[in-house]
């Protein structure tokens, strides 16, 4: 009986480490405040840019968040060429875009 109930306990701990279901409340707290879910494809002039940062390691779509010279925040896929380089030339020192 005891087998069996700590069987069991360990079955529901390991479904509850790797399930992607989280309760909201949770959520909220540790989600990163740092991820994009739409990505723009309009190049800005480089004189708007204030800030360009990358998303969160956790996030589910990489990318980069600009941040222009008014605070408004604009998100670019890893990949798009022009977030890449204005990455570069505002942080020479990791110029390796990918982590």
Not at 7 to 13: I, Q, S, T, V, Y
Not at 44 to 67: A, D, E, W, Y
Not at 72 to 98: D, M, T
Request: charged letters at 15%; a positive charge.
């Amino acid at each position: 009986m005891m087998k069996t109930l700590l069987f069991a306990l360990g079955l529901l701990l390991i479904a509850a480490c790797c399930s992607d279901a989280m309760p909201s409340a949770l959520e909220f707290n540790t989600a990163p405040r740092s991820c994009c879910f739409q990505f723009s494809s309009t190049d800005l002039p480089l004189k708007r840019v204030s800030n360009i940062t990358k998303t969160h390691h956790s996030c589910r779509k990489k990318g980069f968040i600009v941040q222009t010279i008014t605070g408004r925040k604009i998100c670019y896929e890893e990949n798009f060429q022009w977030a890449q380089n204005v990455y570069s030339q505002l942080h020479p020192e990791g110029s390796g875009v990918k982590q």
